[in-house]
């Protein structure tokens, strides 16, 4: 028996196009380039780690040099010398250059002045160069001076998980390829049959949380299931995977989100306790709660969208979501992912996770708590009495409005229903005084009508006559609109609610 052990991800990795685990349309392009003959000089493979760059690198090494035919094939043999010294990364004319530790001219110049020689045993030169991105200004210079004008034995293949970083003059010459995110699915059927081959148990939901904490890598996802199968002896299930991940079941995930929304903020924060004591990872917990969140927002009885019984949850699991659903709206979930997905950073750079994550409950619970907008103004409409409902005014019953402030002026005029008079009293009027039946005032609108139709107002219905003073020049005094502007501004709770709002601005107020 070989007593060294290889990581899965080594022996596994794929040694033909056929093999190469979920770049489908990267696969059909370049074998079909192959086939036809169209080679390129220099190609770039860009992607997150462990999708495969370096890999597509080599099998298109192989691909170019294999000499089980005439030319360059699509499926290179495997077996030929070429194909073997290759895959073992020893071949004399496939250099394979770590551009993290090759980052100066000197180095570069030196690599490139071999390119001007023939290849010693195979068709091409090969020149991988891993993390492109990280060689340096004059490094990328001098390569640019090759690939301007390369020899025709020559080919570049660049790989890179930061294009960005790779400059224009560079990616201009080369045929760029992006490795995909491995979807979940693939990565499933990859590790099931790898752990047949290895002969070891991995269930089903085991294998589902290995899939997607590898988060579309095929080596991140490898070398979770080579850590889970050296702990578990080889009998690989999903407590054992939680466990490794550190991450709280699913339920207990439910569980906590269904306490969250409930308002309980004592709860909330003793069952964050008693899951940190479990030895969760709060940022896990925190990626756990927005999966919950965007779940649960996708189940929302409102949206009507079908195919959710994708999810991750059970059955049961799914049963509650739907039960928390029936008293949380969309908008209370959607508001509480932008909470969630502003605190990731957050909890990243903070040195006490625990302190963030409480911080976070408490955040959520406030403003899962909070009316929204449209629901303010739904509950305006039902509180406020529609002219149909109101019986007719029976002025003899009606108590005879007191007026000692602007205030009171504009809440009699709004119960009477004087709405045109409210409106332009309300605006633009600046009121000196009140006293003994007399009014001080300013008219913004300077309008004489206003106030021959108030006094009749006020005779009318204070039951006592009125003197209105109209002076000529204002004394900078707010009208009533003003006044409640400033009052709501300088409360404390409206403040809360203008934070949640970039740029936010009171436009209008209306009274209940
Ligand atoms: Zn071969």
């Known amino acids: 028996m070989d007593n060294t052990y290889t990581v899965l991800a080594r022996k596994y990795r794929s040694q033909d196009f056929k093999s190469l685990i979920g770049q489908d349309v990267l696969v059909k392009t370049l074998t079909t380039a192959i086939n036809t003959g169209r080679i390129a000089h220099a190609y770039i493979f860009t992607g997150i780690r462990g999708t495969g760059k370096t890999s597509t690198a080599r099998i298109l090494a192989k691909a170019l040099n294999c000499t089980a035919g005439d030319g360059p094939t699509a499926n290179p043999c495997g077996v030929c010398e070429n194909c073997r010294a290759i895959a073992a990364g020893q071949h004399i004319d496939v250099l394979e250059i770590d551009a993290a530790s090759h980052t100066g001219v000197d180095n570069m110049r030196e690599i490139l002045d071999a390119t001007q020689y023939r290849p010693t045993n195979g068709r091409y030169k090969v020149y991988i160069i891993d993390e492109v991105h990280m060689l340096s200004a004059s490094a990328f210079n001098a390569l640019l ?136 990872d709060l940022s896990m917990l925190l990626t756990d709660m927005m999966e919950w969140t965007h779940w649960a927002t996708r189940m929302h009885p409102t949206l009507r969208i079908s195919g959710t019984q994708n999810t991750p949850y059970t059955a049961d699991q799914r049963e509650r979501i739907n039960e928390i659903n ?83 002026l504009a809440d009699a005029l709004q119960s009477a229903r004087e709405m045109m008079m409210y409106s332009y009293f309300t605006k633009n009027i600046e009121v000196s005084e009140i006293a003994n039946n007399t009014i001080c005032y300013f008219d913004r609108g300077n309008d004489n009508d206003f106030q021959q139709r108030l006094v009749l107002w006020l005779n009318n219905n204070t039951g ?49």
């Not at 006490?352 to 408490?362: E, H």
């Not at 708590?369 to 509180?383: A, C, F, G, R, Y």
């Not at 003073?469 to 004394?475: A, G, N, V």
Request: proline share 4%.
């Open 145 to 280: 001076k090759t690939l301007e004008e390369p020899p025709a034995h020559v080919i570049f293949i660049l790989a890179t998980t930061d294009i960005r970083k790779v400059p224009v003059t560079i990616l201009s010459r080369c045929q760029r390829f992006d490795l995909v995110r491995v979807p979940v699915d693939t990565l499933k059927k990859h590790f099931a049959w790898i752990a047949e081959q290895e002969k070891v148990e991995l269930s089903d939901t085991a294998n589902e949380l290995l899939a997607r904490a590898a988060d579309g890598s095929v080596r991140d996802g490898l070398s979770l299931l080579d850590q889970a199968i050296a702990q578990t002896g080889g009998h690989v299930d999903e407590a054992a995977v939680m466990d490794m991940l550190k991450r709280a079941d699913r339920g207990v995930v439910v569980d906590f989100m269904q306490t969250l929304l409930s308002g309980n903020v004592a709860s909330a924060l003793a069952k964050a306790d008693e899951i940190y004591t479990n030895g969760a």
């Open 326 to 408: 029936k008293h949380v709206t969309l908008n209370t979930l959607s508001r509480i992912w932008q909470v969630m997905v502003a605190a990731v950073p957050e909890m990243q750079a903070s040195t006490n996770q625990k302190q963030c994550f409480d911080m976070l409950v408490v955040r959520l619970m406030h403003i899962a708590d909070m009316p929204s907008v449209p629901e303010i103004l739904k509950q305006q409409k039902t509180e406020t009495p529609t002219p149909v409902s109101t019986p007719a005014v029976d002025t003899t019953k009606v108590e005879k409005p007191t007026i000692k402030t602007a205030t009171d």
């Open 464 to 512: 006592a006559k009125w003197v209105l003073k109209k002076i000529e020049t204002s004394h900078q005094n707010q009208t009533v609109n003003e006044q409640t502007k400033s009052e709501t501004v300088a409360d404390p709770m409206v403040a809360d609610a203008m934070s949640l709002f970039e740029n936010a601005e009171i436009v209008g107020i209306s009274k209940q």
